[in-house]
């Protein structure tokens, strides 16, 4: 694993520095001109729904897909002049685990570490330490096909560690885990990032950006609607609190003008009204002064998911 070193490029610049990025593919655009740029040591987050352009744009800095127009550094250098010098720096956990199943946890990364031209002690020592890291030792000669999918998931970090990367590039890291892997594979990527490794995520989960996050940014149609820190993010696009009205479908309509105006904005679902206010707990007195009975009711905190689905709505995206 990477130690404690200076993480700043090579010209003294952010690790990963796009203006006016773009993506074509054919007619389609997939990425629209973006300027996006990553400090050493931090942990940058892509978030957007299916199409908005977060894959292409996390390809063009993996040196696996070429640009079609922008400016691109990585590291302080040219993804289409010098790709495999960015390459031997980075490392890559992609959504879908490709590990080799006819290997055993061990051998997948004695191969891969033998990839960069590594020792057979050097990668021996290397996979015993990332085996630690990742809590897989003791399952080190096992087949890869008996391991559950959270382990499956380890293992793909420890291999995108063998290398000792300056950059992770994870693309929806925890996709499908259950919550207690979840939040082992938090603690791995936190750990990391103490260790001064700088982390560029694409996620679906809001709470693991909330968590894992210090900046990120909202794509949306190719292009990045926001940007911020989480907390940054949800003041700017939401409120303090939200108070959740649940009713029987349809029952919402008619009490809509007996809220409205308790709220800075009301959302009307299917089966509830959301009040998006300062204080959630007074929202609801009042509405039950005027006679609203929800069936249930909510205060909560906003959350990155009220930002989200502002910015890029409610309606899936195929």
Known sequence: MAGSVDRMSDNGAALVHARGLRKRFGTVEAVCGIDVGVRPAETFGFLGPNGAGKSSTMRMIACVSPRSAGELQVFGMDPDIEGPRIRARLGVVPQEDNLDNELSVREN????????????????????????????????????????????????????????????????????????????????????????????????????????????????????VAEGSPVELIARYSTREVLELRFRPGDQHSWLDAVHDLADRVEKLPDRLLLYTLDGEAALATAHQRGVRPVSSLVRRSTLEDVFLRLTGRSLVD
Request: hydrophobic share 40%.
């Open 109 to 224: 990364l004695h191969v891969y570490g033998r990839y960069f031209g590594l020792s057979r002690a050097t990668v021996r020592a290397k996979a015993a330490e990332l085996l630690d890291f990742t809590q897989l030792t003791d399952r080190a000669a096992d087949p890869v096909n008996l391991l559950s999918g959270g382990m499956k998931r380890r293992l793909t970090i420890a291999r995108s560690l063998v290398n000792d990367p300056e950059l992770m590039l994870l693309d929806e890291p925890t996709t499908g885990l259950d919550p207690q892997a979840r939040h082992l594979l938090w603690d791995r990527l936190f750990r990391l990032k103490q260790q001064g490794v700088t982390l560029i995520i694409t996620t679906h989960y809001m709470d693991e950006a909330e968590q894992l996050c210090d900046r990120l940014v909202v794509m949306n149609g190719g292009l990045i």
